[in-house]
Structures are given as C-alpha cells and as structure tokens.
C-alpha cells in the first residue's frame, strides 16, 4: 500500500499544476482527470484515462506535467479501492518508455539514453546546425532532401534538449515507482499483474531487485498470460540466473508460454536449435491471445519472434530468414511494421544513403525480401507507416511501383514482358 496515509491524492492540490504544461498548455486540467481515475463510474475512468493519454502522453510525447503526475498514478494503481488499475499502470508504462517497439528485442539501453541526454546538455548548438547542414547536403534524391530541408526548418536545440529533459524526468519517475510495481506482481487480478511485469522489463538498473520477484511468479500455477510477461521481462533485464526455469516452459503444452520463453531465451544469447524452432513456428503459426496477453508490441506475437530471429546471427542460422519472411508474408497491417523493419534490416543492414540498385543487382536474401513486401496486400499497403518504413531503405513506397520493381503486375502476379 501507498505511504499516503490512505490517500492515494494527498498532495495533489499541493502541486502548481498551473505553472507545469502538457500537450495543450497549462496543466490546470490534470488533478481532476486524476481524480476521475478513482471515480466509481466506468465511464469517467475511460474518459480522464483517454484524455491523460492525449495531454500528458500526447502521441508518445511527455511534458514538463508528465513526471509531476507520476507518483499520483503510481498511488492509486497501489490502492485496492481503485477500478482498472491495470490500465493505470499501463500509462505508467507508456508514460515511462513511449512506445515499445524501438526497444525492441534488445530492451532499454538506459547508459546510452542518458548519455545521448548529457551530449545535447553540453552540445554547441553552432557546431550541431553546422552538422544537420550538412546531412542536408548529402542527401541522394529531392525527396529525401526536401524531407531533410524540412527537419532544419524545426530545429530548435533549446526545444529539443526540453523533449528530451521531459522524456528522461518521466521514465525516472516510474523508475521511482518501481517497489510499487513489483507489489503489484501480487495484485488479485491477473491483467494487474501482468500490466506490472510488462513494465517492470524496462528499468534495467532496477533489475537486481526485480528478477527475484519475476522468478517468484516462474510457477505452473500462475496464469499464463502473466507468466508470459514475466518470462518476457526476465529476457529483458539479463536474467541469466534464470535460464534454467526459462527453458523449462519450451517443452510445455501452453504455445504462448512456449513463444515467450524461446524469445526471452534468444535474448539472453540461448539460441541452439530448440530455441530457434520454437521462434520459426510462433513467427509462421503464433499462439492464440490470452487473457490477460502479453503487452509487448501489443500482444503480436509472431512480429516479436520475428524481430528476435532477426536479431540472431544469419551466418550461424541460415534458415532463419526463411521463417522471417514467412512470418512477415502471414502478416498484416500495423502488426506487419515491426517485422518488415526488422527484416529489411537484416537484409539491408541499416537503412543508408545510397540510391537503390536494380532489382537483378540485390543480393539473393534482399530480393526474397523485397519480393515479400511487394506481394503483401491492400491492408497493409493502405497504411503510411508501412510507406514510411520502405522509403527508409529507399525502396518503392507505392504499391504499384513496388511491384512493377520485383517484376510483378499490379495484382501481385508474375509480369510477362511485352503483356499488356
């Protein structure tokens, strides 16, 4: 329980929510959007916890407000008399990392985010103009100029370094709350339980107290669904102490269990051939979702497989990009993002400068890619995401062209020269 003395509130008027600014402004609305978090209506739990994502969270966004709302949410996720603490604690989360999907499946290299932080504090803002200048002029093509022109035109080092102030003071605060959150491991209810074990993942200088209360929940009793982002998380903070207790959900009969474990193994570097058919057959046949899910890459399964089989050495494991590819052609919309980032990554490396060659010139693995991507339907083609992630590895970004580039029609079949 909270130190509030029974108050998960107490203090809230104490705070000059006036002074601090969120999204649309002065934060004057945040204490009753609090408030009406502990409402006994439903609906006005949905609406403030809607509108705290839109103002203190806005689009993955945190403001000067974020942090100062942190430790309130934290009390009031501890407090049994409070509805859906779950998703309480799920802002927390998004509050704290933004979204999940760049972490991704290495998890939160928080010696480097703070460094980058400490290099803008102490950057000459002269000498980074002089460097955006210059990215500038070495664009390959007008598009990606005019794309760049337009990042010059917004740069502020002032602004910047206040985002970047803002996102590290927020993801502090939650890391404050962390003895909360791993109260919350023994929460009544599983979605509490597992929202708690998701977020506990990213706070690797917490991870010497948190694995020990991860390790406590590796039991055959615990729901699935909890046991998965606790498995996930264990992967994610190092827990190489626990490898044993992980591999022994790879045999088990529950798939979800099964797919969480080979990822967490994998990313402790356990990746002999069990762990990597249990990885391909998620990422071509993924486990149905529980109740509660996993919360990483929003309960997608085969794109977190295959991200991770991406990240695994091609050289050591050639059939990898087979099942990479095969998870990539059985996905769709949003869920597709992730894996089509990941495997051109794999098989471009990172996205460049250089213009993009003839199809003829790829290599063998980058055509299979490109040819996978082309061949992928309206549902995923509609969404600029997808566009967006294709222009990064300077590849067709229109369907049409994308495929005309393969050597497809339009509808996705083989061209015949000289066919109309």
């Known amino acids: 329980m909270n130190d509030r003395e029974g108050d998960p509130l107490a203090g809230l008027d104490d705070v000059d929510w006036a002074r601090l600014e969120h999204a649309y402004g002065p934060a004057e609305d945040v204490p009753d959007l609090l408030r009406a978090l502990a409402s006994e209506s439903a609906s006005e739990r949905e609406k403030a916890l809607n509108e705290l994502y839109g103002n203190i969270f806005h689009q993955g966004s945190r403001y000067e407000a974020t942090a ?36 991704l499946p290495s998890g939160v290299d928080i010696a480097e985010w703070r460094a980058d932080v400490e290099r803008m504090r102490t950057a000459d803002p002269d000498e980074e103009l002089r460097r955006i200048e210059q990215w ?53 209810d599983p979605e509490t339980q597992a929202a708690a074990a998701y977020t506990l993942g990213w706070f690797p200088e917490e991870a010497a107290g948190t694995l020990p209360a991860l390790r406590s929940l590796l039991k055959p009793e615990v729901v699935p669904g909890v046991a998965a982002n606790v498995i996930l998380s264990a992967g994610l903070l190092d827990g190489h102490d626990l490898v044993p207790q992980l591999r022994a959900f790879l045999t088990g ?67 990898l990009l087979g099942a990479m590819l095969k998870g990539l052609a059985l996905s769709s919309g949003p869920a597709a993002f992730p894996t089509a980032e990941a495997v051109l990554q794999h098989v471009f490396g990172k996205p460049g400068t250089s213009p993009l060659p003839p199809y003829e010139d790829l290599t063998e693995p980058q055509q299979r890619a490109v040819r996978t991507l082309a061949e992928m339907g309206d549902d995923t083609w509609c969404w600029g995401n997808f566009m967006l992630i294709l222009s990064a590895w300077k590849l067709p970004s229109k369907q049409a062209e994308c495929r005309a580039y393969v050597g497809l029609d339009q509808d996705g079949r083989e061209h015949v020269p000289g066919s109309p």
């Open 253 to 319: 009969e529950n798939a979800l269990l099964r797919s969480a474990a080979a990822i967490a193994l994998a990313r402790l570097e356990v990746t002999d051939q069990e762990v990597l058919d249990v990885l391909e057959a998620a990422a071509a046949q993924p486990p149905e979702p529980s109740t509660p899910n996993i919360h990483h890459l929003y309960g997608a399964v085969r794109g977190y497989a295959t991200i991770t089989l991406a990240a695994v050495e091609e050289q050591a494991h050639p059939r």
């Open 136 to 188: 500038v002029a070495e664009a390959t093509d007008e598009g990606e100029r005019r794309v760049r022109e337009m990042r010059l035109a917004v740069y502020d080092p002032d602004q910047s370094l206040r985002h970047a102030d803002a996102e590290l003071g927020a993801y502090d605060a939650v890391r404050a709350t962390v003895p909360t959150l791993r109260d919350l491991l023994g929460a009544p």
């Open 68 to 103: 100062h709302a942190v430790p309130f949410l934290a009390a009031l996720a501890d407090d049994p008399r409070v509805q859906d603490r779950a998703d309480i604690v799920r802002l927390l989360c998004s509050i704290a990392i933004g979204y999940d999907e760049p972490y």
